[in-house]
């Protein structure tokens, strides 16, 4: 691409000519431009410097591109993630050398069934808990896994805010009142996962029957019953698994039948009662990995250089890659100069993604110097800032994200002054931020994160 300015003039890749002494020539003069430029090559410097009709017309306009401005690389642990209200229950552990252990429980309430009152006659059968798959699964799914359903010793309270986060948990009892051992399949047709908890079942039953006092209310009921956490009950699990978290998909039945001329069947359902109330505590455990000293380090961040060159993002523990611009102040050596555009341009780690899918799609988000996030980056519509992904399936050597940064250099460019603390995270749209675990490792050594500008200086 080649843009034309004389009189100094270029916005956003535009041609503007405005030159009162060309007067009526200017039409000719521009034809002529043209056609030369169209007859010859232009030559290019080490930085990608392109001089424009200077044998032909007296102008100092050029157009620059460069990718040799400094990207730091850096990452960052947030202190916690919000994981309530997300409608995902997320299950399971998986453990590697890269990014150690992930270990997920999820957390939720149940409300008082409703139900007609119960025959002395009444026989109870049986009680199974449903789970219904999200499709989500990370992780090796091709071995046996274990899920267990344990009862909550305390109820669960809300922070000030009214959520929960990746790192909030509540007391369990130990023993699970049903586990299942089972081969998951998380794209079957048969979305449903079920766990017998027929002990847990048979007593509840008997205090709908005999109309204890612990089911007159709901509120009594909560108090009584105060919820449930799902854990991976096997230490051996190497997967994580997605549910649907809401009282559609997450519910006991208790099955009971009369006897009388016919047998009658009956079912009472208690389903999952509170959206805000459900939540998953996602822990890590980074021993023996590169991340093992980011949990002591000052701000939670480790440098790319003690992580061997590479910065990391998960999502659900709030692990993501920051990049800062240290030497973006340069351009105010020059003169005067107009930036046109800016690709910001990473590339996965070359052999990272043999057993993990990349995620489609990234985006980027504003950050400070306390490692805030706050909110996507921008485009020049107001949109967020997404990567155009670029996937070598045949040679495996040009897989990149590349992401349109113009409106951001251009803003921080804007008074003279460029803030370094102003920096960009790496991530998974918001949703998944909070309700997967997926996982990236960016490359910064060869090659290297690169930041292209390209700018006119006159």
């Known amino acids: 691409m080649i843009f034309i300015c004389t009189n100094y003039n270029c ?60 990207v730091d690389l850096s990452t960052v642990l947030l202190d916690s993630l919000l994981t309530s209200a997300t409608g995902v229950a997320l299950v399971g552990n998986y453990k590697d050398n890269e990014f150690g252990k992930i270990t997920c429980t999820n957390y939720f309430e149940v409300g008082l069934p409703s139900y007609s009152e119960i025959s002395e006659k009444a026989i109870y059968d049986s009680c199974t808990f449903f789970l219904s798959y999200s499709g989500y699964s990370y992780g090796d799914t091709t071995a046996l896994m274990s899920v267990s359903i344990h009862q909550l010793k305390e109820n669960i309270t809300l922070n000030s805010n009214g959520s929960l986060y990746n790192v909030s948990k509540f007391e369990y009892a130990k023993d699970a009142i049903g586990s299942k051992l089972f081969y998951p399949n998380p794209t079957s047709s048969d979305s449903i996962l079920r766990i017998h908890v027929n002990e847990y079942g048979d007593t509840l039953f008997t205090l709908f029957k005999n109309k204890d006092n612990n089911v007159s209310s709901s509120d009594l009921f909560l108090d009584y019953i105060k919820g449930f956490v799902l854990t991976s009950g ?7 698994l997605g ?10 039945k208790i099955y009971y039948h009369v006897t009388d001329e016919t047998v009658k069947n009956y079912v009472i359902s208690i389903k999952l009662s509170s959206d805000t109330r459900q939540f998953n505590n996602i822990q890590h455990d980074f021993a023996k990995s590169r991340l093992a000293a980011i949990d002591s380090l000052a701000n939670h961040r480790i440098l790319s250089q003690q992580s061997d060159g590479r910065c990391y993002m998960q999502a659900g523990i709030g692990l993501l890659p920051k990049i800062q611009f240290p030497t973006l102040q340069d351009l105010f050596l020059k003169n005067r100069w107009k930036l046109l555009k800016a690709d910001l341009i990473i590339v996965p780690v070359k052999d990272s993604y043999d057993r993990f899918i990349l995620p489609g799609n990234l985006y980027l988000y504003d950050t400070d110097k306390h490692n805030d996030i706050n909110g996507y980056l ?21 897989t990149s994200y590349t992401f349109d940064i113009t409106p951001f250099i251009s803003n921080e460019l804007a008074d003279n002054y460029f803030n370094y603390d102003h920096g960009i995270f790496v991530g998974v749209v918001q949703k998944k931020l909070y309700t ?15 930041l292209k500008l390209y700018y006119v200086t006159y």
């Not at 096997?234 to 994580?240: F, G, I, L, Q, R």
């Not at 921008?378 to 996937?391: A, C, E, Q, Y």
């Not at 997967?436 to 690169?450: F, Q, S």
């Open 436 to 450: 997967t675990i997926d996982r990236l490792e960016i490359e910064g050594k060869a090659p290297r994160v690169k």
């Open 234 to 240: 096997n230490e051996n699990n190497n997967a994580v």
């Open 11 to 70: 916005n956003d890749g535009q041609v503007f000519i405005n030159n009162e002494k060309m007067g009526s020539k200017i039409f000719f003069y521009l034809c002529f431009i043209l056609f030369l430029l169209s007859a010859f090559c232009i030559s290019c410097s080490n930085a990608n410097k392109f001089s424009l009709g200077s044998d032909f017309v007296e102008s100092q306009t050029n157009m620059v591109l460069t990718d040799t401005f400094r």
């Open 378 to 398: 921008s485009d020049r519509s107001g949109n967020p800032v997404k990567g155009t992904f670029v996937l070598d399936k045949l040679y495996n050597e040009n």
């Open 243 to 252: 549910f649907d978290a809401d009282s559609s998909h997450t519910y006991f």
